[in-house]
């Protein structure tokens, strides 16, 4: 059965995109078939993968009820790619009736296809995070190992808490991810307050902070392709075995 998974932070920059990908690909090195799908208009999973200006994206499938544009990266990795005008149809989402469960309506049958479903949020917790949120109901909270990260955890939580009861849905929490880690003071301090607090939704693998993460992302490959005895590779997939 699928497992279809958001990875989610209503901030920028604590590694949504390079977890999506990487764990990605770390789930196929396992043997599992993966759908990757960018619901972000920043479009930075697609970018990492390649892809510029796609003919059809998520936009189209959204609003126009298109055909879902698969882009094969490998036999066992897929990709729905993102577009900067997706931004434009938050508004529009807005004005339809059964906006907020447009995604899981699209990808209902092509899903099934698949062994682990992906999904890369906007840093928001707009109506493409909502759709993504239903489409999924399983989420994997991405924190940097900051301290302001943490403050913003709770609101993650809290927003979750809202949308369950407000929808009547339920959603999981699959697990929280910390990504950026280091030898230092402050980074020893912020794992060990979300493991306090947090306990066993806490997943046991850290992303540690690396170079070869950011590099890797620059020549658009997968850490794996880029440099598979680098920390990243190993942690990242440490991080699929846990989830598997």
Do not use: W
């Not at 970018?47 to 055909?67: F, H, K, N, R, W």
């Not at 009736?97 to 992906?118: E, N, P, Q, R």
């Amino acid at each position: 059965m699928v497992k279809i998974i958001s990875l989610v932070n209503h901030k920028g920059g604590v590694g949504k995109t390079t977890s999506a990908l990487n764990l990605g690909k770390a789930l196929t090195l396992l043997g599992k078939k993966v759908l990757l799908i960018d619901i972000d208009p920043q479009a930075n999973l697609t970018l990492c993968c390649g892809i510029e200006q796609p003919a059809t994206s998520i936009y189209e499938v959204l609003m126009e009820d298109a055909e879902i544009p698969i882009c094969e990266l490998t036999d066992k990795l897929h990709l729905l790619p993102s577009d900067l005008v997706l931004a434009s149809a938050i508004n529009k989402l807005h004005t339809q009736i059964g906006g907020y469960f447009k995604l899981k309506k699209s990808i209902k049958t092509i899903s099934k296809k698949y062994d682990f479903v992906l999904i890369d949020c906007p840093p928001s917790l707009d109506i493409l995070t909502m759709n993504a949120f239903i489409a999924s109901q399983n989420l994997l909270i991405v924190v940097q190992s900051h301290y302001l990260s943490t403050v913003g955890l709770q609101t993650i939580l809290d927003t979750i808490t809202e949308i369950k009861e407000n929808l009547d849905i339920e959603i999981n929490i699959s697990g929280i991810l910390l990504t950026q880690t280091a030898h230092t003071n402050i980074s020893k301090a912020v794992i060990d307050t979300v493991k306090n607090i947090y306990q066993n939704k806490v997943f046991a693998t850290h992303i540690r902070q690396s170079v070869k993460l950011v590099e890797a992302s620059a020549e658009h490959k997968t850490i794996f392709e880029y440099d598979e005895k680098s920390s990243g590779a190993v942690d990242y997939m440490a991080l699929a075995k846990e989830l598997v």
